[in-house]
């Protein structure tokens, strides 16, 4: 005799799972929101659509950007003119950790106020915190 759910029911009756178990902690479900983010190259092209080059004129910084851990890359400002690069960047001027890349989108995007984000901890930095509040005023206006 196997031993199922059923097996441990009373006599005539259907054993169920308690309700915090019925399919609340199913694989699809917390995979779904990493899945339906946005790709790392699409944050790449809203970064370059978004750029304001007269608002970086006369600046030479590299924003270093870790989104959920893993993913990497940088941004090189150099008087008005912005290149994104795959991969970690040797001397960054400061490194921005995002939780995901929605949280990464809405700074940049001017959905987000960076120092909030700084003060209730959704955002993290290494380097020079001056240089990754200023990082929205490059984009969108």
């Not at 009373?10 to 902690?25: E, I, M, N």
Request: charged content about 20%; glycine content about 8%.
């Amino acid at each position: 005799m196997s031993a199922s759910c059923s097996a441990f029911a009373h006599p005539g009756k259907r054993a169920t799972l308690p309700a915090p178990f019925r399919g609340v902690h199913t694989p699809q479900k917390r995979l779904a929101p990493a899945i339906m983010q946005p790709p790392i190259d699409e944050v790449k092209q809203r970064l370059l659509r978004a750029f304001q080059p007269e608002a970086a004129a006369g600046i030479d910084r590299v924003y270093q950007f870790h989104i959920g851990g893993e993913r990497r890359f940088h941004i090189e400002v150099q008087n008005g003119v912005l290149t994104v690069s795959p991969g970690a960047h040797a001397e960054p001027s400061v490194t921005l950790l995002f939780p995901d890349v929605d949280t990464a989108l809405a700074l940049i995007e001017g959905r987000l106020d960076p120092m909030q984000a700084f003060l209730e901890g959704r955002i993290r930095s290494d380097g020079n915190l001056i240089l990754a509040l200023q990082l929205r005023a490059l984009f969108w206006r």
